[in-house]
C-alpha cells in the first residue's frame, strides 16, 4: 500500500527503509528468544533509540507523526513486544509530557525521554467495575501546602519495572475543595511509591508490567502535569493516540502472520499439491488481506485526517484488533500442526495479537464509546 509516498520525506523514507530492513534481519531473528525468556530488550530497542525514532512523537508534526505509527507497524510483523514497549514510551510518556508540560517540566524531562535517558510508565487502570476509559478514578491526590499527597493502587502498568519516571492520573482534591482530576510526575523512589513484580504475560512477553500503589507519596506543587487539574481532557487525547498505535500494532502483527502463514502455504509437499492449491485456502486468504488492508487504510486516514475524533479511534481501534485476532486464528488454523508448534512462530502471533483487544480500553469499552452518544443525544 502506498497511501503515503507523498508524505514522508527523504529522511523519513530513509528511516523507514532502515526499520524495515533491521525488523526483517535482526528483528525477526531475535524475537523468538525474547519471547521464550520474557527478558527486556535493551540493545534492540537502543537501536531506535540511537535512531532518534522517538523525536517524531515530540515534533508536533502530522508527517512525523505517521512515520512514527509506521515504525510500530513494520517492528509489529516481527516482534510485537517490543513495539509494545516503543508505543508505552511514546504515548504514555513523551506525548503527555510534550503535549501538556510547562516549560519547566518539558526542560526536566522531554529530552531524557526522547533521548533514553528516562523510562516513563503511565497508571490510569485501576481496579474497578468500569475498564480504562474509565473517568471513575479512585487513586485520590490531595493538595497540601507544599505540593500534593497521592494515594491509591493502580494495576498493569507497561514499562514500570524499568521506568524512572510515573505519570499517574488521580482525582484532585485542592485546598479551595475545588476538584477535579490530574497527572502526576512521580520519580521513581518517591517513598510511598511501591512497584510490584513484572507479571508473567500470555503474549508480548518481554513488555515489561507491574501494578503500582501509592501510599501517601508526597510531591511538590511542580509535578501536576501542566499546572493544572485538566486529567480527563488531557487522558482522552492520550488515549486517542494510545488507541491509533495499538490500532497500527493490531495490523502489524496481522500482516507479520499473513507472511509467515503464506510462506508455509506456499511449500512444495512430499505428497499431494502445495496448501495454497487449494480454493478454499486461496479464498480464505483473500478474505484475510482484504480485511487487513482495508482496515489499514481506514486507520491511516484517520491518522492523516482527525487523530482526535474519539469516536472515529475506537472504531478504529475495535475493528483492527477483530482482524488481528481473527488472522492470527485462521492463519495458525490453515497451518494446522506445524502453526501450532513453538518453532514455526506462528503461534505468538495469536498470543500478541489478543492484547490488541485488551490494553489502551477492551474492544467492548470501544463499542460504549462509540455508542454513548446516541443514548445521551437522545
Ligand atoms: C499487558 C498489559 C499492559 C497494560 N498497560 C497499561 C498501562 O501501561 N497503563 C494503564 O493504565 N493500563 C494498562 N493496562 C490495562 C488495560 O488497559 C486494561 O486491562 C483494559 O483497559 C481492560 O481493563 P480491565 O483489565 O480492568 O478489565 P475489566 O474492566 O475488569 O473488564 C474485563 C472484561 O469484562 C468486560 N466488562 C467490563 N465491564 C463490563 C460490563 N459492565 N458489562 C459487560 N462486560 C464488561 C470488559 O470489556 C473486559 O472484556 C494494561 C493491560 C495489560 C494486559
Do not use: C
Not at 129 to 146: F, G, I, L, P
Not at 297 to 316: C, E, G, H, K, S
Amino acid at each position: 500500500m502506498h497511501l503515503y509516498n507523498d508524505l514522508f520525506t527523504p529522511a523519513q523514507k530513509k528511516l523507514l527503509e532502515e526499520t524495515s530492513e533491521y525488523t526483517e534481519t535482526r528483528l525477526a531473528k531475535d524475537a523468538k528468544h525474547f519471547d521464550e525468556t520474557g527478558e527486556y530488550p535493551q540493545e534492540l530497542l537502543e537501536y531506535f533509540f540511537q535512531k532518534k525514532v522517538f523525536e517524531l512523537v515530540s515534533s508536533g508534526d502530522r508527517a512525523d507523526l505517521a512515520a512514527f505509527f509506521e515504525i510500530i507497524r513494520i517492528v509489529s510483523t516481527k516482534f510485537a513486544a517490543l513495539a509494545s514497549i516503543m508505543l508505552t514510551q511514546a504515548f504514555y510518556a513523551i506525548v503527555p509530557v510534550s503535549q501538556f508540560g510547562t516549560e519547566s517540566q518539558k526542560s526536566k524531562l522531554l529530552a531524557q525521554l526522547v533521548d533514553r535517558q528516562k523510562i516513563g510508565a503511565f497508571g490510569l487502570t485501576e481496579e474497578s467495575e468500569t475498564s480504562q476509559n474509565s473517568t471513575d478514578v479512585k487513586t485520590v491526590a490531595w493538595e497540601t501546602k507544599t505540593g500534593w499527597e497521592i494515594s491509591g493502587e493502580k494495576k498493569y502498568l507497561s514499562n514500570a519495572p524499568i521506568a524512572d519516571v510515573f505519570l499517574i492520573v488521580a482525582a484532585t482534591r485542592q485546598l479551595d475543595g475545588k476538584e477535579g482530576q490530574g497527572l502526576f510526575i512521580i520519580d521513581q523512589g518517591t517513598p510511598g511509591l511501591k512497584i510490584n513484580e513484572p507479571m508473567n504475560k500470555m503474549g508480548v512477553r518481554s513488555l515489561p508490567v507491574a501494578g503500582a500503589s501509592l501510599n501517601h507519596v508526597k510531591v511538590s506543587a511542580d509535578s501536576l502535569l501542566g499546572q493544572k487539574a485538566e486529567g480527563k481532557k488531557q487522558v482522552e487525547i492520550v488515549m486517542n493516540l494510545m488507541k491509533l498505535a495499538v490500532a497500527i500494532q493490531a495490523l502489524g502483527i496481522a500482516q507479520g502472520s499473513f507472511t509467515k502463514g503464506l510462506d508455509y502455504l506456499n511449500l512444495v509437499r512430499r505428497i499431494g499439491n502445495r496448501l495454497i492449491d487449494n480454493q478454499d485456502i486461496q479464498y480464505r486468504m483473500a478474505d484475510l488481506r482484504t480485511n487487513i488492508y482495508s482496515a489499514e487504510a481506514f486507520v491511516r486516514q484517520i491518522i492523516l485526517t482527525d487523530p482526535q475524533n474519539t469516536i472515529d479511534v475506537a472504531m478504529a481501534k475495535l475493528l483492527t484488533a477483530n482482524v488481528a485476532v481473527d488472522a492470527t486464528e485462521t492463519i495458525i488454523q490453515l497451518t494446522g500442526g506445524y502453526g501450532y508448534m513453538k518453532d514455526s512462530e506462528i503461534e505468538r502471533y495469536v498470543r500478541d495479537a489478543k492484547i490488541t483487544a485488551i490494553y489502551g480500553g477492551s474492544s467492548r469499552s470501544q463499542k460504549e464509546i462509540i455508542a454513548k452518544h446516541w443514548i445521551e443525544n437522545r
